[in-house]
């Protein structure tokens, strides 16, 4: 599966009794969409019967390592707490990590990153497991750098052990992809994908993988919704100079889609990607032909292509900035307006909510942090151009509200202890959240995902503050 963001990292060393497992998190995690922290109280839960059967895996012979790292979210959530939203925070962290973890505060003074305590902590000769679909090879160049000194390597495991010890694993997202008109992207796929070659014979190259699901959605003029807060879905691009190749669960579309792409465009299932760059990464190196992946492209790709590591050289293989990275980072004038009209668009919901909202507390209504929430999301919903939300609204009144501020800001209107600034977005629990009130501070961040743009608003609410 491909990831889209990596925020933390947790470590399994195989020695259950004699060391715990780490959860390595950071301060600094960038806000983005599935990270943010719900402030409810969860129960612990105790993980002891998942990391023995964890450990049992490690030990067989078709795996054979003395520990594992675990870079998605996905699979921490299930060996850490069924309850955990992302753990993103060290006091969320601490809540909800049981007897079995060590939470490592990166970022804070004497606190190692993951590599460097795997470099320093493991014995001689470790073998240490990833699934090489869910790490960047350039991450795994630098961990590789680090066990150098303990002749340990890392392993590419060819399956994901976390997935194998989670028996109710939800099935991977496969939701409907819709094509994306010129009238909003005001650009044509075939018209990106002839930029695109452009590229690649300035840089020699005969082909190129593309693999960051934002960028196939805006090269291929395609929208999803497989990631929550997101329009992108789950595929791989592959361009040469003569084929263009989507891989993807073709269930997920409809005629709507195939007219769109046109019988110039391969489509192939998803999960014959690495079997079909193997054959290409063979093909182009008894060419010498050069073919171009991303310095973010996962081990798996690098691995198929015949690039086992990004510091070992191969002649045919490029490494380097992905070109489409740039590409689309040229906004043309469509695009620029359709930022203008969408935030237009959003700011009228916006001020039709705060309209709302003050009406309902002057005339003494009870509406708690998610009710309030959700009438927002309604008049945006309303818009025909609305796709959803891009990341969970911070509804947030009283203490909550200074929580989702800065601790200056927040430590100038209202008396805030440093324990709640930690925590700095707040995501209101549905079934246990405060209730607004017009004598409080109210903090709403919010924003939405539109056809022509994307917003992300933060408004302040302050009357009288008691």
């Not at 301060?27 to 969860?42: D, I, V």
């Not at 998610?370 to 025909?384: F, H, I, M, P, W």
């Not at 891009?390 to 501020?405: D, E, H, K, Q």
């Amino acid at each position: 599966m491909q990831s889209a963001f990596r925020p933390a990292f947790a470590f399994f060393p195989l020695r259950l009794r004699t060391v715990s497992a780490h959860f390595f998190t950071t301060s600094r995690t960038p806000r983005l969409p599935r990270f943010f922290a719900s402030m409810a109280a969860h129960a612990t839960v105790n993980t002891s019967a998942r990391l023995q059967a964890l450990r049992e895996l490690m030990e067989k012979p078709e795996y054979n390592v003395q520990a594992v790292v675990v870079p998605t979210e996905d699979q921490r959530k299930y060996l850490v707490s069924e309850a955990a939203s992302g753990c993103a925070y060290f006091l969320q962290a601490e809540k909800q990590l049981d007897h079995n973890w060590t939470l490592m505060k990166q970022g804070l003074p004497n606190v190692p990153t993951w590599q460097e305590f795997l470099s320093k902590n493991l014995d001689s000769h470790t073998r240490i497991g990833v699934d090489p679909t869910l790490i960047a090879a350039a991450d795994a160049e630098v961990i590789q750098k680090a066990l150098e000194p303990k002749q340990s390597e890392l392993v590419s495991l060819p399956k994901n052990l976390v997935d194998l010890v989670w028996s109710d694993r939800p099935s991977r997202p496969a939701n409907t992809v819709s094509p994306l008109e010129v009238k909003f992207s005001g650009k044509s796929h075939t018209a990106k994908l002839e930029l695109l070659r452009e590229e690649l014979k300035k840089k020699g190259a005969r082909a190129t993988v593309v693999n960051m699901l934002d960028e196939v959605a805006w090269l291929f003029n395609l929208r999803g919704s497989d990631i929550d807060f997101n329009p992108v879905f789950f595929a791989y691009g592959l361009i040469d100079a003569e084929k263009t190749l989507l891989f993807v669960n073709e269930s997920q579309f409809d005629e709507s889609v195939r007219n769109h792409l046109g019988s110039e465009i391969e489509v192939h299932p998803y999960d014959t990607f690495f079997a079909y760059l193997t054959h290409l990464g063979a093909e182009l190196k008894q060419s010498k032909d050069n073919v171009l992946i991303s310095d973010k492209a996962s081990l798996a790709v690098a691995d198929a292509i015949g690039k086992a590591c990004l510091r070992v050289e191969k002649d045919n293989v490029i490494v380097a900035r992905s070109p489409v990275t740039d590409l689309k980072a040229i906004k043309n004038d469509v695009e620029v307006e359709g930022f203008r009209q969408s935030h237009v668009r959003d700011g009228a919901a916006l001020v039709r909510y705060f309209a709302w909202l003050e009406e309902q507390l002057d005339g003494g209504a009870v509406l708690n942090e998610s009710q309030a929430a959700d009438q927002l999301e309604k008049y945006r919903s309303e818009n025909d151009l609305f796709k959803g939300l891009s990341f969970p609204t911070i509804s947030a009144t009283g203490p909550n509200g200074g929580m989702s501020a800065s601790y200056l800001w927040a430590s100038a209107v209202i008396d805030l202890s440093p324990m709640h600034i930690a925590i700095i977005h707040y995501q209101p629990d549905r079934d246990d959240c405060a209730v607004v009130k017009k004598e409080q501070i109210y903090l709403c961040d919010s924003g939405a995902q539109y056809l022509d743009g994307t917003t992300d608003v933060t408004r302040t609410y302050v009357r009288e503050l008691s």
